[in-house]
Each structure stands twice: as C-alpha cells, then as structure tokens.
C-alpha cells in the first residue's frame, strides 16, 4: 500500500521560509515524477512544482524564484523549499506521486498522478 506523508507546513511571517517534506512509502518513485499542488480556501487544487526522474522541474509561474523542488532518493523522498512566502501562499499543500517520468513529462496535471497525500497546512501571516 502506498503512503504520502507531508509535513513542514506551519504558520510563518510573510518574507519567510518553509520546507515542506513528502515522505513515501509502499513503492519507489525514484525514477518516476513527484509533485507538489495547493489548494486555497474557495479555490480550486493547482499545480506548484514537480520534479521527473532526479533532475528535471517544472514550477507555476506563480512561485517560480521563490520555490524550489528536490528529492532525495535515498529516502524516497520529496521537498519543496518554499523562500519569500506571501499571504498568497496560504494553502493546503498536497504532494503527489506517478510511476511515470519519461523525458517529455512533465506532472503539470493533477491527472498525471496515481498517489496523494493527505496534505499539509501553510498560513503565511502578512
């Protein structure tokens, strides 16, 4: 049985700095795509980062320069280190994994995942 479990998240001051982690169990994803998406209050889920194989990653526009997506295969693990956070930022953040991570995908969509996590809060405080 597979297992994502986030934790990181918290209440943190506008202009700070959070890590979030995405621990997995149950299968390896080391050569597959593991993602990160934020859903606020009254908003639909969206897309943050994600990262294929070990190298290659995408990011929303939105948190482009601020975020930064790494994993550490060795544990099975995925981060997202989430710098200059902003009101804006409040979210649940949910992680993400697929099986999948040929060269030309890229984890964008909530429909390229098999795996969720239960999600973790962020409140960023102005």
């Known amino acids: 049985q597979v297992q994502l479990v986030e934790s990181g998240g918290g209440l943190v001051q506008a202009g700070g700095s959070l890590r979030l982690s995405c621990a997995a169990s149950?299968?390896?994803?080391?050569?597959?795509?593991m993602g990160w998406f934020r859903q606020a209050p009254g908003k639909e889920r969206e897309f943050v980062g994600s990262i294929v194989g070990s190298t290659i990653t995408y990011y929303a526009d939105s948190v482009k320069g601020r975020f930064t997506i790494s994993r550490d295969n060795s544990k099975n693990t995925v981060y997202l280190r989430m710098n200059s956070l902003k009101p804006e930022d409040t979210a649940v953040y949910y992680c993400a994994a697929s099986l999948r991570g040929a060269s030309w995908y890229t984890g964008v969509a909530q429909a390229d995942y098999d795996y969720w996590g239960q999600g973790t809060q962020v409140t960023v405080s102005s």
């Open positions: 149950g299968r390896t994803f080391s050569t597959g795509t």
